[in-house]
């Protein structure tokens, strides 16, 4: 295509907001030429949307966490933040695998503590089948019982056995601790498991870790994932990506950037660079991935991250699907649970993988 | 237009910043006010993505159109709107096609003005292909040339050739005046093509469109198409979506319901319910859906509507899959061409062409 090609409707863009500007030669200007400016956006009211369940609109109805606002300065207060944040997030996960009937066993797999979790009635179709789960929590939050919610709620939907990787984190134990846990324990499992029966999943923190265990799993010409599920993973830690701006205090859950997320990501940094690839995967090469699923929702403050991953995966011809929940924010099909959208956002991963695993 | 809509224009603009720079305690109170379930999203800055190419970056950096913002009152307001829109998009779509080389002809099928779409090569796989296309415009703008403009575009793209439809619309042929044109070319051009090679496709009112097509096919027991493409489809026509909120202003191009396109769904439905499912398909039945891709961006008003429409799809059990675009507005992948990503998004629609049309 000549690169001197019109584009269609540039032109009638030009026409409407002449409307305003009264013919201004200033427009033609700067759609053409000077650096586009940032563009300020007013206040408004946001309505719970009609167009979720009930259960679902509970969730996108609560307040914004305050929560995400707070920037730990010292230990004591990261101490603090993490029992804060950990208790009641226990107490629901075992609250779910006691009520979904899913066994929860504690196990330590190459050193590093893990959960083995197995549903009540796994299929003759699934027997040789697992799911390796790495939990979300800006690197920081859900060790122990809290982390392994996700991994019970994915168990139970896609009748799969899961371990889930306990893996280390900050203040105690910074990048690249996380990462090697995961590697540890992928290949321990990978070497008495087929890994086209094995995939790789994860939300928030556990999608980008997910990403960022294939690319160093890669590095090491190891085997790859059979599957992945990205669940809106935080692939770029530095504020980089449209909905950091667009949806931020649009999402009730993550809130912003400026707050919490920033603070994490500089604790588990510690003081590597935040677009490192294996800290941000976005800026890594994803040739050769395996199929990957990906879910967010329309208020997402990292929707962006989402869809960039996608696009990336797919520039790399990489088969990947993309799921994205009408006024969800950030990972609320885990917190709304059983609502009807979390289940569907649940079986669409388990049809996923039960087209891409082998038996 | 007349000239003192303009002025409206500013007053608006004028109290959003007032809004912005003292917190106005009077809008703040009337934000407050309005519904108890609802939240205020605060004002704020919204830069232009560093996540995106730099031709996209000048469609994503230009200001709002404020030609969104006018409610037309008259018939004459409205014919004056229309002339001033479709001239300068026509040129822009007649540039497009001289420039690519793709053949343009006028023809009339089943008393129906359209365009016959032929790109310079087609291939032998895709002889026997065709594209049904439905231009965008709310139901009343790009009639003509100027609706031509998409269709050139996946014909170059794709390699297939193209009937556009220049269906009749508003103020002069409300509904179901478009609908019933679609219809009669579709069930002409089937009377004569294998409805496995062809598809129907079309972006915003063209998406919209499209499915309210496929929803009065399926009620007459007529031939479906062989796949869908709707771009980020106007889906319902009233104010129901949660991003008709939450990208309200964010959305440069669309900008926002409470305006034009809330005057052009009233103009169009000439009083019928808003939520028939043939002027609002997301209120239709989607069982028996041809396999269907659907394009969005992150900062879309319509993104709530492309995503109920895939979820529909999906709970219908029909091969869906979604592709959302950083930081693009309503339509953005049109107007960017040739941008890297318009490219990117037009290539998906011709993979799953090519993937899912007989040959």
Request: hydrophobic share 45%; with cysteine; aromatic share 8%.
């Amino acid at each position: 295509v000549p690169s001197n090609t019109v584009s269609i409707f540039i032109a009638a863009v030009a026409s409407f907001t002449a409307l305003v500007v009264d013919g201004s030669p200033a427009l033609g200007e700067s759609l053409h030429g000077a650096a586009p400016a940032a563009r300020e956006v007013p206040a408004r009211l946001l309505p719970v949307p009609t167009t979720v369940s009930p259960a679902l609109q509970q969730v996108i109805g609560a307040p914004i966490s305050a929560f995400q606002l707070y920037r730990p300065r010292t230990l004591d207060e990261w101490r603090a933040a993490i029992e804060q944040a950990d208790a009641p997030a226990a107490e629901a996960a075992r609250a779910a695998w006691k009520q979904l009937g899913v066994n929860v066993a504690a196990a330590t797999i190459a050193g590093v503590k893990c959960y083995l979790i197995t549903p009540p009635d796994v299929p003759m179709a699934n027997q040789k089948r697992l799911l390796v789960h790495l939990h979300g929590g800006a690197y920081v939050f859900f060790g122990g019982d809290a982390g392994a919610g996700e991994g019970v709620l994915l168990a139970h939907i896609s009748k799969m056995p899961v371990i889930s990787v306990d893996y280390r984190m900050p203040p105690d134990h910074p990048f690249p601790a996380a990462l090697d846990d995961a590697i540890a324990v992928w290949n321990a499992v990978i070497s008495d498991h087929d890994r086209t029966k094995t995939a790789l999943f994860g939300t928030s923190t556990g999608g980008g870790l997910a990403l960022a265990t294939v690319l160093k799993l890669k590095e090491q010409g190891a085997p790859l994932p059979g599957a992945l599920f990205l669940g809106t993973p935080w692939a770029d830690l530095s504020k980089t990506g449209d909905t950091y701006f667009a949806n931020d205090r649009v999402d009730n859950a993550l809130v912003t950037y400026d707050g919490l997320l920033e603070e994490a990501a500089k604790l588990y940094a510690a003081g590597q660079n935040l677009k490192d690839p294996l800290l941000s995967p976005l800026y890594g090469d994803f040739a050769g991935f395996p199929p990957t699923i990906l879910i967010s929702g329309t208020r997402d403050l990292l929707l962006s991250l989402t869809v960039r991953a996608h696009r990336k995966l797919r520039q790399a011809d990489v088969e990947a699907e993309l799921h994205v929940f009408e006024g969800m924010s950030h990972a609320q099909y885990l917190p709304s649970f059983p609502a009807p959208e979390a289940q569907e956002a649940l079986k669409e991963v388990a049809r996923f993988f039960d087209r891409h695993l082998g038996r």
